[in-house]
């Protein structure tokens, strides 16, 4: 029975996630809560290259763009059927991935994250200039939705994507591959010693993480049914980053939780509307400051004192 104790949380959560179109009065926050799914699976890419790796990656929404214009065109042009086209998204966006992980990774620390927002700062820059096939800034409109657009049948074809991609970056976590992983993040210089190549390790991360973000890339332009080029800047991979940062750095929780306090906590400062954003950016700046290791990392270590305090007490 203790064997599937740390099971009930996630179940109860999903059991709370599938009923919500049902319990929610007002449709938009069933829209909030859909974009905010999304975010999950791309904020669980971004952990594993940040997080587990510790490399971060100012390049996730680049690929989440490569993947919505990826699914489109494809759609558009070769008249491919919805499902297979947004299937394709992760693997054209694990191609890019692999010719620039691999110099990318060649370097370390902030010069691994300047090169991945000169990288997003590219795949802006084409997809504006690109305009014979992107439509430039005006973007592409009347993209296919599923099921004739019903939100509450996307919602539950999100929430399983979610709840399956959350599932594999736990496997990954606890098989060898993660060990290495967080390995790399601990003394990288050491695994090298120890005759590991990192660089193999790094580069399935990196590429693992970019399809993530394309196939979140996908859902969002096949959702929206509308796309264009500053959907996918660097505002949007730094609300990746802060996704991961917020809800715990290297846990599987904390990414889901800090997508949905990405994408709500603007919604509900709009009592503020003309500060709205100077506010959201405080509360990002001193979370990140006195909340290092994340909702899910403060809540862990207030347990762990209840329970050492609950043992002395028992002794």
Known sequence: MKRFLPLLPWLLALAVLALLPQLLTVK????????????????????????FTGYVSIVQAGFMGIGAYGSTLIGLHFQWPLWATIAMAPLIT????????????????????????????????????YSELTKGEAGISNIPKPWGGSREAFYYLALVLAASLTLLAALISRSRV?????????????????GIAAWKYKLFAFVVSA??????????????????????????????????????SGTIAGPAIGAFLVVFLPELLRFADSFRLILYGLILVLATIFMPIGIVGIAKAAFARIMRREARHGG
């Open 178 to 194: 993660g060990e290495i992983l967080l390995a790399i993040r601990q003394n990288e210089d050491l695994v090298a010693a120890v």
């Open 94 to 129: 694990a191609l890019f991935a692999l010719a620039t992980g691999y110099p990318s990774l060649r370097v370390k620390g902030h010069y691994f994250a300047i090169v991945t927002l000169a990288f997003n700062l590219i795949i802006v820059i084409v997809l504006v200039n």
């Open 211 to 248: 399809m993530y973000a394309g196939l979140g890339g996908a859902l969002y332009a096949h959702f929206q049914g509308f796309i264009n080029p500053e959907i996918f800047g660097v505002a949007q991979s730094l609300d990746a980053i802060l996704a991961v940062i917020l809800g715990g």
């Open 28 to 51: 938009y926050y069933l829209h909030l809560s859909i974009l905010a799914l999304i975010w999950v699976v791309v904020a669980q890419g971004q952990n594993l290259i940040q997080g």
